[in-house]
């Protein structure tokens, strides 16, 4: 399969993200076990904000496959500190890289690497935009834990800001889910993501009652608040701890509904939660490395 960048969930077709999927089981097999598909590559990992499972898991993936690593977590320690524009750094990296991953607070500025790099590049998350690789492993969670994609899922919490949650909502609408989208007042998911879905005829509920949504629901994938976000502190200070799951909240959840979260969270999920059958947070967390690891192969051709 043809993949080159990662930049957009948008970019990729139904058929390329079940290929993923597909490789992505077959490196689950691999479990722990070296291979040597990467041997000799390096990747870039380009964080200008913070990460640790994203930047963890492509270089724990790299390390699996046989390559290794450079990059940095602190762009404070690089030349940006001296003024270099992202351009002259990714201009820079790819001589010394045969891939890219970058996290930056700036929508747009994957797709402005990937326009400057020969080699692939990565969107590890650019500001509110996207997280593709996130929703990929979001995606083979929820399958391998329900067994399908087309379910009933609730997307709660910061969907104004929430760059995981705007890219999961295209990547289901493809996949025939059924969505609700509940998020505290001035948190609503984006009407340009909404418009964008309905070329799927998604169908989708908006309402900011999470007890009277559980009972229908498969899946809930929660999110926090991100207070970082917020261009105003005060805004932030009014809707903080909105929502929250706990035992209580869970008492009319469906027997085999499941809770995930692309993680950290605040208090947005209670600790005793954790120890339930619906907590698969973690779980997604494990499901991230296959991804990855297909993910890498595929972009640099060691995989097809
Ligand atoms: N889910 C996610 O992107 O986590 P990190 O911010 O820790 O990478």
């Not at 957009?8 to 999927?21: A, P, Y």
């Not at 891939?99 to 402005?112: C, D, F, N, T, Y």
Request: proline share 4%.
């Amino acid at each position: 399969m043809e993949l080159h960048d990662i930049i957009s969930i948008r970019d990729l077709s139904k058929s390329k993200i079940n290929h993923i999927l597909k490789v992505s089981e077959d490196m689950e097999k691999h479990g722990a076990r070296k291979n040597k598909y990467l041997d000799g590559k390096i990747l870039a990992t380009l964080f200008f904000e913070p990460s640790t499972r994203t930047r963890l898991s492509f270089e724990t993936a790299m390390g699996r496959m046989g390559g290794s690593s450079i990059g940095f977590s602190e762009s404070g320690t690089t030349s940006t500190s001296k003024g270099e524009s992202l351009k002259d750094t990714i201009r820079t990296v790819e001589s010394y890289a045969d891939a890219i991953v970058i996290r930056h607070p700036q929508e747009g500025s994957a797709r402005l690497a990937a326009n400057v790099a020969s080699v692939p590049v990565i969107n590890a998350g650019d500001g509110s935009n996207q997280h593709p690789t996130q929703t990929l492993l979001d995606l083979y969670t929820i399958k391998r834990e329900t067994g399908a994609l087309k379910k009933n899922i609730a997307l709660i919490g910061d969907l104004k800001y929430g760059r995981t949650a705007h890219s999961l909502a295209y990547a289901l609408s493809m996949f025939g889910a059924k969505m609700t989208f509940i998020s505290p007042k001035g948190l609503e998911m984006p009407e340009e993501v909404i418009t964008d879905l309905a070329k799927f005829n998604t169908k989708i509920e908006e309402t900011n009652d999470l007890e009277g949504s559980i009972p229908g629901l498969d899946v809930l994938y929660v999110t926090r608040i991100q207070k970082e976000r917020f261009p105003d502190p005060e805004e932030y200070e009014k809707v903080k701890g909105a929502y929250k799951i706990t035992l209580k909240t869970l008492e009319s959840a469906k027997k085999n509904s499941i809770i995930l979260h692309p993680l950290p969270r605040v208090d947005e999920i209670a600790p005793e939660v954790d120890a339930t059958k619906h907590a698969r947070y973690f779980k997604q967390v494990h499901y991230g490395l296959p991804v990855r690891m297909a993910l890498l192969g595929l972009v640099m051709g060691a995989l097809d």
